[in-house]
């Protein structure tokens, strides 16, 4: 991010403090401040048709400060059900956390304040995800549960290589960080200039993705149109839970690049959708279910995953023969831990390809060891490009094969196991060799300090979904 986005970031950012007397928390922030984003990127941009007449950022400046607090929230209210659809979902039960008129008269004057001009020359795009990413790196905001580090996207995406005209699936979105740096890879590797008519506009409606939680949908809605990717409701991201049958209703992918959430599904039980071969409650492993079996005949899929998913008995070791039988799990990246919110959870990136035929795909998998001997990454060590250079570089061109890669032997991060090894150990694909010399070495317990981040993103979402209910049965949360 350039100089001119980092220092509006910056402001914009700080005006959080503003809100703290009203103990408005970084995620309600960043979640008012898109509510009044989008009504000045609508002027901004010249896009104003797609709201209504009388509720439009010039409307809301034009109130005399007493009285523009109240017409905020009508008009919150009217937009979540008037203007384009895009509109509509933005604001979809929408409410504000501020309670002051002098608040939102402060916020209003920062935001007109801004050289909107110079911002647009530079990426609203790349503002917005600045302000995304300030919002999962401040630990009491509890986004970081949704946010991958954009270095990680940037390497798997490049491992994929996204092409022109391909269905590209994110059935864990979140703020739609995969499909927006999926989009920069096939705009930067191809003429878009020279594309006909037909070609531009199955090139607009190549993107999909399923998000449940409102205001992260609400986030990906607004970071997808700074990056100028449409959604409506065929293309885009969806609200909607993937593990019911809602998320049957994705189309068949080429290419899926996701990090779905961690954890049990809320409220106990499995997911509702009736076309999983193994029910479960473990999140992971009904992501994966869905993932390699939305997957067309030769499409591929790059997917974070936890340690559990790896090594899970039971169903959890079915669903590994059943991906190993119908695609080819050819390579897993060993991720170094500290780099997601939760700092304790250790995780994998899975490449696989599925298969033309359902059994045998899987010959044998390549490891990548990236955690043994890593620093504890954080805001002291920032992960960077450089950290996976030499994965990418022994990735290779051909995933199918083995003939790109060397065995690095015993002491190198790249070892190959056959399909015969993984089943001796049980089909259990969490396979390490290196001793782990580091101080982030801490065994396979998480932290004292990774337990409490997991329990505040749990009672976060816990949170959330109350405050949903409650808007949903027209209760304020004042009144409980």
């Known amino acids: 991010m350039n100089n001119l986005n980092t220092d509006i970031v910056s402001k914009l950012w700080n005006l959080c403090n503003v809100l703290r007397d009203d ?14 984003l989008f009504l000045k990127m609508a002027k901004e941009t010249g896009t104003e048709e797609k709201l209504p007449k009388g509720y439009r950022w010039n409307n809301l400046e034009a109130k005399a400060a007493p009285e523009r607090l109240e017409f905020y929230k009508v008009m919150l209210i009217h937009l979540g059900t008037h203007g384009a659809i895009l509109t509509q979902e933005i604001f979809a039960n929408a409410n504000s956390f501020i309670k002051k008129p002098t ?7 920062a ?6 001009y110079s911002a647009k020359q530079e ?18 905001s509890g986004a970081g549960q949704y946010f991958t580090p954009r270095m990680l996207i940037d390497s798997m995406v490049r491992l994929m290589q996204p092409k022109l005209g391909e269905v590209i699936q994110d059935p864990a979105a979140g703020t739609g960080g995969f499909l927006i740096a999926a989009n920069h890879y096939i705009r930067e590797h191809n003429d878009m200039y020279s594309l006909d008519a037909k070609s531009y506009k199955k090139y607009r409606r190549q993107f999909h993705g399923m998000e449940l939680v409102p205001d992260t949908h609400r986030l ?3 970071n997808l149109m ?20 809602e998320g049957q209703q994705l189309p068949k992918a080429d290419l899926v690049l ?22 479960t409650s473990n999140k992971q492993l009904a992501f994966l279910q869905h993932i390699y079996r939305t997957l067309k005949p030769g499409g591929r899929a790059a997917v974070v995953l936890p340690d559990n998913v790896l090594f899970e008995g039971n169903v959890g070791a079915d669903i590994r023969r059943d991906l190993m039988d119908k695609c080819n799990l050819h390579t897993i990246l060993r991720l170094p831990t500290g780099i997601f919110y939760a700092q304790g959870v250790k995780t994998n990136v899975l490449f696989f390809t599925r298969g033309e035929k359902d059994k045998g795909n899987t010959k044998g998998v390549w490891v990548y060891d990236l955690r043994a001997n890593m620093p504890q990454f954080g805001k002291r060590t920032p992960l ?23 065995d690095a032997g015993v002491e190198g991060r790249f070892r190959h196991f056959t399909r015969d090894d993984v089943a001796a150990r049980g089909d259990s694909l969490d396979i390490s060799w290196l001793k782990d010399d580091s101080d982030s070495a801490r065994g396979d317990l998480p932290t004292p300090e990774a337990l409490a981040q997991e329990a505040i993103a749990e009672l976060e979402g816990a949170m959330e979904e109350l405050r949903n209910i409650l808007g949903e049965l027209g209760v304020e949360e004042e009144a409980v």
Do not use: C
């Open 258 to 279: 996701t990090n779905p959430p961690f954890g049990t599904k809320k409220g106990g039980g499995g997911p509702t959708r009736d076309d999983l071969t193994y029910p």
């Open 384 to 406: 960077t490009r450089e950290h996976f250079a030499e994965f990418e570089k022994n990735y290779g061109a051909k995933v199918n094969g083995t003939s790109k890669r060397k």
């Open 220 to 222: 990906g809605l607004m």
């Open 123 to 140: 990426g609203l795009g790349d503002l917005y995800e600045g302000l995304l990413e300030k919002n999962a790196n401040e630990k009491k």
């Open 23 to 36: 103990g408005v928390t970084y995620h309600q922030y960043v979640t008012e401040l898109t509510y009044l």
């Open 111 to 116: 935001i007109d304040e801004i050289d909107w």
């Open 103 to 109: 608040t939102l008269t402060q916020l209003v004057t």
């Open 226 to 245: 700074l990056h100028d990717l449409e959604s409506d409701e065929d293309t885009g991201i969806r609200y909607g839970d993937t593990l019911s049958s």
